[in-house]
T-cell receptor, first 110, second 114 residues
Framework: GQQVMQIPQYQHVQEGEDFTTYCNSS?????IQWYKQRPGGHPVFLIQ?????EVKKQKRLTFQFGEAKKNSSLHITATQTTDVGTYFC??????????FGAGTQVVVTP | DAGVIQSPRHEVTEMGQEVTLRCKPI?????LFWYRQTMMRGLELLIY????????DSGMPEDRFSAKMPNASFSTLKIQPSEPRDSAVYFC????????????FGDGTRLSIL
């Protein structure tokens, strides 16, 4: 069955640094979504990517969908303490079930 | 606008007891999802409904778990009898037509089975 894997599982970042988290699927995805969950909170939708090679930006966050639609990345520049949380990717296969990755837990050191 | 509303926020009960978790989706959303989140297994989809009809319950762990959606504005997830390994945060989420739409999550129910 479809599997969505995320790396790294944990990311310790110094405030002001950049980092990237990656999402890989065992099958081609029709689209991919990214969510953020703050500590003690619930997942909150950030963005959806649909097209092959698509790149979208939200302020300091850059999201990319791979050409083969089997991988995605989230790049955060100039990390701030407000970026703390767990970032999940979630992929839809053509048969429609949303599969969440295990998430990347981000810790920011001031 | 009100988001997805879950109750209770916290539940602590002894093993063997029946547990009922409740969810009110966002008005107009016709998909409803139940998830379980633990450190070991991450975020797991248990079951989802479309227009109040269960579509895929392959994630429901075992017969002790059941879910219903009697109308468009209410769903329950029931565990009977409960076991300590059921301790987790249970999220309800809803979305608009089409299961490729963003999902809106409730605040979750933190369940502890002693």
């Amino acid at each position: 069955g479809q599997q969505v894997m995320q790396i790294p599982q944990y990311q310790h970042v110094q405030e002001g640094e950049d980092f990237t988290t990656y999402c890989n699927s065992s099958t081609t995805l029709s689209n991919i979504q990214w969510y953020k969950q703050r500590p003690g909170g619930h997942p909150v939708f950030l963005i959806q990517l649909v097209k092959s090679g698509e790149v979208k930006k939200q302020k300091r966050l850059t999201f990319q969908f791979g050409e083969a639609k089997k991988n995605s990345s989230l790049h955060i520049t100039a990390t701030q303490t407000t970026d703390v949380g767990t970032y999940f990717c979630a992929g839809f296969s053509d048969w429609g079930k949303l599969q969440f990755g295990a998430g990347t837990q981000v810790v920011v050191t001031p | 606008d009100a988001g997805v509303i879950q109750s209770p926020r916290h539940e602590v009960t002894e093993m063997g007891q029946e547990v009922t978790l409740r969810c009110k989706p966002i008005s107009g959303h016709d998909y409803l999802f139940w998830y379980r989140q633990t450190m070991m297994r991450g975020l797991e989809l248990l079951i989802y409904f479309n227009n109040n009809v269960p579509i895929d319950d392959s994630g429901m762990p075992e017969d002790r778990f059941s879910a219903k959606m009697p109308n468009a504005s209410f769903s329950t997830l029931k565990i009977q009898p409960s076991e300590p390994r059921d301790s987790a945060v249970y999220f309800c989420a809803s979305s608009l037509t089409g299961n490729n739409q963003p999902q809106h999550f409730g605040d979750g129910t933190r369940l502890s089975i002693l």
